[in-house]
């Protein structure tokens, strides 16, 4: 079956919430999923519930029947997720144009030293033969 994940959506800030558990935790239940949330953030078991649903219908994540729970997966790896919504932002925001994006990114001034130097340390390991 034809995943969903096609259609480009974003997720929303709950989705992604969930989905970054997900990413870092593994396949869980409901419950294992609402324990990883922080304690600040305690949305209803229904809630939970509801948000991995429609993020199944998605196509990001799938279920199966364990007794009587159901285990959520991800389907879409998260290097994935980011890379088409960088190429999106790039697209979208940037004109397609990846270059502003990094000029953007280091004109920002919350950027200090080492953020700089690891930028730069990232960009010339790409440009190595």
């Known amino acids: 079956m034809r995943s969903k994940l096609h259609d480009h959506r974003?997720?929303?800030p709950a989705e992604l919430e969930l989905m970054t558990i997900l990413w870092a935790?593994?396949?869980g239940t409901v419950r294992r999923v609402?324990?990883?949330l922080p304690v600040d953030r305690q949305p209803a078991y229904t809630?939970?519930?509801t948000i991995l649903r429609i993020l199944e219908q998605k196509?990001?994540?799938t279920s199966?029947?364990?007794g009587r729970s159901h285990v959520y997966g991800a389907t879409v790896e998260r290097d994935q997720y980011e890379g088409r919504?960088?190429?999106q932002l790039v697209g979208s925001l940037f004109g397609g144009d990846p270059s502003a994006l990094v000029r953007r990114l280091v004109s920002d001034e919350s950027l200090d030293q080492d953020d700089l130097l690891e930028?730069?340390?990232i960009v010339d390991e790409r440009l190595k033969p």
Do not use: A, I, W, Y
């Open 59 to 61: 196509g990001f994540v």
């Open 34 to 36: 609402m324990d990883s």
């Open 64 to 66: 199966r029947k364990e």
């Open 47 to 49: 809630t939970v519930s």
């Open 25 to 27: 935790e593994g396949p």
């Open 119 to 121: 930028l730069q340390r």
């Open 10 to 12: 974003l997720l929303t």
């Open 85 to 87: 919504n960088l190429r």
